[in-house]
């Protein structure tokens, strides 16, 4: 089953504005990354929570292990912003189980 | 900062051939390094957790016999895909542990691997 749930799966935005991406959990977990990973296909880490937030430039992420979610906030969303976000949840030592990813494209 | 680098970022090889991809723990001391792959249709797996001084522990439907990995030290670890086929495409990415209570997984950008 769909045990990390991520929302939406296709998003596209205007250059400039803000959105909200979301992961939701059905399994225990005490931590969480984000990554995107671009047209060309490498993977970048975004971020790598335990509960609480973090920010880096435009983009900032909260971990709610209370409520079992995850969201990756985009600040004036930029061109090089496109690409495919996942977030993962390690379930076990190692062992990622991975949201199906978000395919975001950035209009001029 | 601590990164990890992974190479090459792209092969394209014949099938039936191997093909060795690399990854090198910078700013830290890699103790454990998990070897993933991300299908074509995107969906990722686990293939194979390797611990400095432990057995390397192969997940269900990968075997050492197929995806050979080295880890001689705290910055390095490899592993050859053997007489790669077409199931054997897509993304294969490196993520590094270090040791001390350093929890954090850090990856590579991934190896591509195209079989023609």
């Known amino acids: 089953g769909d045990q990390v749930k991520q929302s939406p799966s296709a998003l596209s935005l205007q250059e400039g504005t803000n959105s909200a991406l979301r992961c939701n959990f059905s399994i225990a977990t005490t931590t969480v990354q984000w990554f995107l990973q671009n047209p060309r296909g490498s993977l970048m880490n975004l971020f790598y929570?335990?509960?609480?937030?973090k920010e880096n430039g435009r983009l900032k992420s909260t971990f709610n292990s209370k409520e079992s979610y995850s969201t990756l906030h985009i600040r004036d969303a930029q061109l090089e912003d496109s690409g495919t976000y996942f977030c993962?949840?390690?379930?076990?030592?190692?062992?990622?189980?991975w949201g199906s990813g978000t395919k975001l494209i950035i209009k001029p | 900062g601590a990164l990890v680098y992974q190479y090459p970022r792209r092969t394209i090889c014949k099938s039936g051939t191997s093909m060795r991809m690399e990854c090198q723990a910078v700013?830290?001391?890699?103790?454990?390094v998990a070897w993933y792959r991300q299908s074509p249709q995107k969906t990722f797996e686990l293939i194979a957790l390797s611990t400095v001084n432990s057995a390397i522990k192969y997940e269900q439907n990968f075997t050492q016999e197929k995806f050979p990995i080295s880890h001689p030290n705290l910055s390095f670890s490899s592993m050859t895909v053997l007489n790669a086929y077409l199931e054997d495409r897509g993304l294969y990415l490196c993520?590094?542990?270090?040791?001390?209570?350093?929890?954090?997984?850090?990856f590579g950008e991934g190896s591509r691997l195209i079989v023609v």
């Open positions: 993962a949840a390690e379930e076990d030592n190692y062992q990622l189980i």
């Open positions: 700013g830290f001391q890699a103790t454990s």
């Open positions: 993520g590094a542990r270090g040791g001390q209570g350093i929890l954090r997984l850090y």
């Open positions: 929570l335990v509960p609480g937030t």
